[in-house]
């Protein structure tokens, strides 16, 4: 398994009652939804030629209608992913960091502004070192 | 080759303030430590016949440690550091590295332990910011 397998399933299982997708939108829209896709992935190599750290970043959106719980999915996420460390499925996490996105980052769960359709977004990114 | 791949995230730097091994981890440090920052003397040893320079080396030093950690004269990793700067003991405070686990939880974990005073204590005030206190302290003897 891979490392988003596992990240996947460590979203789904932090947020049992919410969609958890990755890279795709979920066509659900009445309760809240995780939307999340790797943005980055860089392995550093030795001279000689052996692998060092895995740093990747994911880029994390939480979004539904209803503010306070789509909210309070939110900040359950970030307090549990921050300053994770430790087995994630066949991964090990030496270290995660959550930061909120920049505010040039433009959602990408959602087809349109998100107040237009109601929706209400909270969108972070989150650094795994490994 | 086997490398395990640490970061610094999940280290520990703890002390004994006795010079024991009652290590109580200081758990306000901000963002890690910077050392020993050790050096050796080189001392020339070369003679009017040596065409090449040669040294030998001379005595071990393992210089300071210093980081930062975030300032609260209630907690006690500012207690505990205030407490061994305002010593006149000159038994010197135990220090503890330890070293986590690496890549797939591979490799062991390590420490590192020496002997030192706290030399130097800096508290850091500013309007918008948590407080915050730099320190550092002297290495004496070596680190085993």
Known sequence: ?130 | MTINRRVGFGNTLGVDSAGGTSFVTLGAIIDGWKGPQAKKEAIDISVLSDADKQFGVGQKDWGEVTFSIMYDPDETTTTTLETLFNSVSQVAANWRVTYGVGSTGSGTIKTRTFLGHVVGLSPEVKVNEHLMCEVTVKVSGAVA
Do not use: C
């Open chain 1, 1 to 130: 398994m891979s490392i988003d397998t596992d990240f996947q399933s460590k979203l789904v299982a932090l947020v049992p009652g919410a969609t958890v997708s990755e890279n795709v939108v979920s066509q659900d829209t009445t309760g809240v939804r995780v939307w999340w896709q790797r943005s980055t992935a860089n392995v550093d190599l030795l001279l000689s030629g052996v692998p060092a750290l895995f740093d990747g970043t994911y880029d994390l959106e939480v979004s539904g209608v209803d503010i306070d719980s789509t909210a309070t999915v939110a900040d359950s996420l970030k307090t549990s992913l921050h300053g994770f460390r430790g087995s994630m499925g066949s991964s090990f996490v030496l270290g995660m960091f959550v930061q909120d996105q920049s505010d040039e980052y433009i959602p990408k769960s959602i087809d349109t502004i998100p107040e237009d359709e109601g929706f209400h977004i909270f969108t972070f990114r989150v650094q795994i070192l490994s």
